[in-house]
């Protein structure tokens, strides 16, 4: 109860304190980056733009990764045309052997900061805010687009299209032979929303608003975490081989350091203890819950032999669990 009790005040504090920021799925100019082989081998592509998964519309980027967990089919548009694509049910365990886990990444257009000193290209004129269009006539205005493009013209000289305020000018560039350019490009996720590649929303909300906010979020959250456990015990869908230790938990929090996925990140760890407490396992308190139950379908309390042996039986249950999430970890640290 005090986990689940803390996650609920955790989501309330942390909604008032900093508000939601995502960005709007149909805001994408041209849909999403899909690399990972998983993804592509059952039918995505890169420029696909994802309208619903198992039926739920998608309203944010982040709905995608949240939603996807136990999904069996995703509806995208592509060419203005909708298409659903079936999701095999050992997806999340592909995903989860994978070297590859990610999934639906925001395109990186290719927009010019500045030409490095050591660049074959650093004499050509190109400004700050240039934006590529295309190379040698095919399409660049994102990485995706341009790597490939480099990779077939190593150490030679391409004809680089550029837009540049409202007029098109043409630059020939040099591709060196580890096919770069030496071109370093904007990341600003402001410039994307002002050059219309994307629109970034932004939540506020009062105290009595954060309320509902975080109430939504803990309910929502509690939904996900039982449908991957409910994922993890169907062998058939291979998730078990995602079940991570301790180094699993530390590598879900970012890089850098954010008080807001912080407290995200202590909320869901926050529920993700008190919904394994409630496993019907001796030892834990939904063991307990299973005993006080059978007494009270019986009539009768189990004897202090059986419940002795029982509690026993949950702490080895409770160790085989977790040498079997850490070992997972060592494993994927040696063969991945």
Known sequence: FVNFLLALIIYILASFAYGDTDISASSLKDGFAI???????????????VLKVDGEPVTYESDIRRNIIGASNVTIERGGVEKTIELPIDFLGQLS??????????????????????SLNKSVDLQKGDIFKSINGKPAEYFDQIVPILEETKGQTVTATIKRGNTTIN?????????????????????????GYLKIITKNYSFGESFGVGFNKFTSQIGSYFGQLKAIFNPKTGAYKGVGGFKAIYDIFPD???????????????????????????????GHVMFLLYEMISG????????????????FILIALVLFANGNDIVKAIFN
Do not use: C, H
């Open 35 to 49: 690399e990972n082989p998983i993804l592509t081998n059952i039918g995505f592509k890169t420029g696909d733009k």
């Open 97 to 118: 052997s994978s070297d590859d886990r990610t999934l639906f990444g925001l395109r990186q257009p290719f927009i010019v900061e500045k030409v490095m000193d050591t």
């Open 171 to 195: 630059r020939k560039l040099k591709v060196d032979q580890y096919a770069k350019l030496d071109i370093l490009t904007e990341r600003s996720m402001k410039q994307y929303e002002e050059l």
């Open 256 to 286: 850098t350091w954010s008080w807001p996925a912080f407290w995200g990140l202590t909320a869901f760890l926050s529920i993700m203890l008190g919904v394994l407490n409630l496993l019907p396992i001796p030892a834990l308190d939904g």
């Open 300 to 315: 009768r309390k189990p004897g202090e032999k059986f419940l002795e042996k029982a509690q026993m039986v949950g702490f």
